[in-house]
């Protein structure tokens, strides 16, 4: 494979973990910036260490790419949050039916409490 092939390649990997860990109500500029990093770092790292192995450096490259997406699709999205620590950026857990409602709700839609009066939780 063409080396500019694999860093494209290495790209949609950084996009797609971007993607993911926004649409899971994560930071995906973070995923994003530490696929590049990690995937440049750990190509670096078995390039200088095999004496200049490329295709050995450019498995590393795919293996910190891989890593970095299989942590956005495993990490806890925004709700999952809200419901075991209580309150996430976006949303919080009723105190009633312990399902995670957003922030700015004044009823809850799964259980139907008031919500108005617990908006500190």
């Not at 990490?75 to 312990?98: I, L, Q």
Request: aromatic share 10%; hydrophobic share 50%; glycine share 10%.
């Amino acid at each position: 494979m063409e080396p500019v092939f694999g860093f494209l390649f290495f790209l949609v990997f950084a996009v797609l973990s971007w993607i993911i860990a926004s649409k899971r109500g994560n930071w995906g500029f973070a995923y994003f910036l530490c696929c590049i990093l990690l995937g440049g770092a750990m190509t670096m790292l078995v390039a200088v260490a095999s004496g200049g192995n490329g295709i050995a450096a450019a498995s590393a490259g795919f293996a910190g790419a891989v890593l970095t997406l299989l942590a956005a699709c495993l990490m806890p999205n925004d709700k999952r949050v809200a419901e075991t620590k209580g309150v996430s950026n976006e949303h919080k857990k009723c105190p009633f039916c312990a399902e995670a409602v957003k922030i700015e709700a004044i009823k809850c839609k799964h259980c139907g409490s008031d919500l108005t009066e617990n908006t500190a939780t």
